[in-house]
């Protein structure tokens, strides 16, 4: 019988690597783990946790304005992006630790190195130059930005990853792209002052969502100030005799800014993993070729999260994890289901949804019921804002099961978090009408809709 150093070794620290190696060891497996830059991934380090503070950061702007309305005076106000950068690389700092701790403390063997594939069962870490020997390796090594390197001066532009550690927060920022990264991050720099820009080569911003929101959310960001350039690109940027940046876009816009930043999607971060040695199969994107239990080519070989450019939300993640080890160490074969995925935007109004589109659903069944209310919630009425809040069922006809459920406004995304139950549940539209409302709350309009406000029949609209 072959004798390994470990039972798993995983390479990558962010949320599907650790939660893998942590739970494996805790289940007394020797387990090691690799990560070349720090524990936590892109969520913690440079995602989801250091955007949503930048949110709150951008939010109060709004809330100063919004105070006079309830009988508030609010004094002058200002703000120092360099104590925003601080406070967000000490929480940062505490989270990493937090990571560290649960991996010490499930007595996982902690690597602060890149970690390359020798074979099927062998990793090289850098670091050393030490080669270890693994019964099962896992790849979780997620995503990065794409730099998009055939754009002329792309070397002169920012990606999500250097937004969070500007050394001076700019005067302007263009934004190249239409998806939730691009769309957050103009949320965010327009509310901390910053005059934003976005464009975008698609007819609307967020594809795929369904378009009542996305025409919701345009809306109130351009109300809000922020420019969006639609059906555009940039073709070329340069620096300015200002010592700014001038963006050439193919419409014939010349736009003077302080920074650009490209949101043009993320790649899967496998260049250099070594994987041709240990003959682990990618397709033409880069990422992890993977069955529905997360096995690639490979027997030996696992990978988990955006490596595999599945569906690239941290959750998802630790959700392909918890499957692995089910799978692997504790005899029961379990497949991630990336059916029903809750998800939320954190634009500024926020778009929480769970389930298929307005738009999808009409492709996908005879016939659709669409229960749509929008209205100006509670808050804006003393306010004196003009925001509309809108909320969409998706309802088959058929079946009358919810579909798909849609939310555009206040704490959308913890409103689409228990949705997600809600349809997982399979739940249908006269659930929804037998169950009480809150009031007052804006989510009572979820289970108050009790007409259709129109009906889809094979794709026309009734």
């Known amino acids: 019988m072959t004798s390994y150093d470990y039972d798993l070794f995983v390479i990558g620290g962010g949320s599907g690597g650790v939660r893998s190696a942590r739970v494996a060891a805790s289940l007394g497996k020797r387990v090691g ?45 200002s703000f120092d992006w360099k104590k925003l950068v601080a406070a967000k690389d000490k929480e940062i700092e505490r989270l990493e630790g937090l990571y560290r701790q649960g991996l010490e403390n499930a007595k996982a063997e902690i690597f602060n ?36 390197v055939s754009l002329p001066g792309h070397e002169l532009t920012i990606s999500s990853n250097e937004a969070f550690d500007l050394q001076e927060l700019p005067s302007s920022i263009l934004i190249a792209g239409g998806g939730y990264i691009a769309v ?37 960001m351009v109300e809000k100030g922020i420019r969006i350039i639609l059906e555009d690109v940039i073709h070329e940027v340069k620096k300015d005799e200002a010592g700014g940046l001038v963006a050439h876009t193919k419409q014939g816009h010349s736009l003077n800014v302080g920074q650009v930043m490209l949101a ?20 033409d994107r880069g990422a992890i070729i993977v069955d529905e239990y997360s096995r690639t080519n490979v027997p030996s070989i ?51 949804t769970v389930g298929i589109s307005e738009e999808e659903a009409a492709a996908k069944f005879e016939e659709i019921e669409v229960y749509r209310a929008q209205f100006r919630p509670m808050k804006a009425t003393l306010s004196g804002r003009s925001e509309k809040t809108i909320m969409k069922l998706i309802v088959n006809a058929a079946d009358r099961k919810v579909v798909g459920a849609h939310i555009l406004g206040h704490e959308a995304g913890e409103m689409a978090q228990l949705l997600g139950i809600i349809l997982k549940a399979g739940c249908t539209k006269d659930d929804f009408d037998a169950t009480m409302a809150v009031h007052p709350t804006a989510s009572e309009e979820l289970v108050t809709m009790y007409s259709p406000s129109y009906r889809i029949k094979n794709g026309e609209r009734l």
């Open 33 to 77: 783990i690799a990560e070349e830059y720090r524990y936590g991934g892109t969520c913690v380090i440079r995602g989801c946790v250091p955007k949503k503070l930048f949110v709150y950061a951008s939010q109060f702007p709004e809330h100063f304005e919004d105070s006079a309305g309830f009988g508030w005076t609010v004094g002058e106000s």
């Open 113 to 148: 190195s890149r970690a390359e594939l020798v074979d099927a069962h062998t990793v090289k870490l850098l670091q050393t130059g030490k080669t270890v020997t693994a019964e099962r390796i896992v790849i979780a090594v997620g995503g990065t930005p794409n730099p998009h």
């Open 184 to 220: 957050e991050f103009a949320n965010i720099f327009h509310g901390l002052g910053v005059e934003t820009t976005l464009i975008y080569r698609g007819k609307e911003i967020l594809s795929r969502f369904d378009n009542d929101l996305r025409q919701g959310l345009h809306a109130a």
């Open 264 to 283: 043009l999607g993320r790649d899967p971060n496998t260049q250099g993993l070594g994987l041709e040695n240990a003959g682990v199969a990618i397709n």
């Open 302 to 352: 696992f990978a988990l999260g955006d490596v595999t450019d599945r569906v690239q939300l941290t959750p998802v993640a630790i959700h392909e994890a918890m499957c692995f080890i089910e799978t692997e160490f504790k005899n029961n074969p379990t497949k991630p289901d990336h059916h029903l995925i809750a998800t939320a935007v954190f634009s500024q109004p926020e778009i929480g």
